[in-house]
C-alpha cells in the first residue's frame, strides 16, 4: 500500500508539472498571436516561440507516457481501495480538467493563429508575385535591349 501512495503522489505531481508546461505553452502561443499581428512579421521571435514550445510539448509527451505507465501499474489497487485514495483521485480529476481546458484554449488560439498566418504570408506572397512580375519586366526590358529590338527609326528623324 505505501508503493502505491508513493505511485498516486507521483502522478499527482506528473499532473501538475503537465499544467505548468501547457500554461507555459498556452503563453508562448500568446506571444505567437502578437507576433502574427504586428506590422512587421519577425520570423527570429517566432520561431524562437516554435522551438520552446516544440521542447515544452515533447515534455507534456514524456509525462503523458509516464503517467500511463504509473496508472496501468497501481489501477486495480486504487480502484479497489477508491476511499483510501478519494482525496487524491478528486485532486487528479481537477487537475485533469484544468489540463483539458488548458489544451481547449492552446487549441483554439493556435487555430485563430494559423488563419492570421495565412493572411500574413498571403500578403507576404502578394508582396512577392509583385517583385517577381516587376523583375520579369525588368528581364524582358533588358534583354530586348540588348537584343537591340529597340526600332531606331524611333530614336532618329528621317527628315533631317
Known amino acids: 500500500m505505501d508503493q ?5 503522489n507521483i502522478m499527482l ?3 501538475q508539472r503537465k499544467k505548468g508546461y501547457l500554461k507555459e505553452i498556452l503563453e508562448l ?3 505567437q498571436e502578437r507576433i502574427a ?3 512587421k512579421f519577425d520570423e527570429d521571435a517566432f520561431g524562437e516561440a516554435i522551438d520552446k514550445k516544440e521542447i515544452l510539448i515533447n515534455n507534456v509527451n514524456e509525462i503523458d507516457k509516464g503517467f500511463t505507465s504509473v496508472y496501468d501499474r497501481v489501477r ?10 478519494a482525496k487524491e483521485l478528486k485532486s487528479m480529476q481537477e487537475l485533469i ?3 483539458v481546458d488548458l489544451g481547449m484554449a492552446i487549441e483554439v488560439l493556435e487555430e485563430r493563429n494559423r488563419a492570421t498566418l495565412e493572411q500574413v504570408f498571403k500578403v507576404g506572397f502578394k508582396g512577392i508575385n509583385k517583385v517577381k ?3 520579369k519586366v525588368a528581364d524582358k526590358y533588358y534583354k530586348s535591349m540588348a537584343n537591340g529590338v529597340v526600332n531606331d527609326s524611333i530614336l532618329y528623324d528621317r527628315k533631317k
Open 29 to 31: 502561443t500568446e506571444e
Open 97 to 99: 480538467r484544468e489540463c
Open 133 to 135: 512580375k516587376s523583375k
Open 13 to 15: 505531481e506528473s499532473l
Open 76 to 85: 486495480s489497487e486504487v480502484l479497489d481501495k477508491k476511499e483510501v485514495y
Open 4 to 8: 502505491t501512495a508513493t505511485y498516486v
Open 37 to 39: 499581428k504586428e506590422k
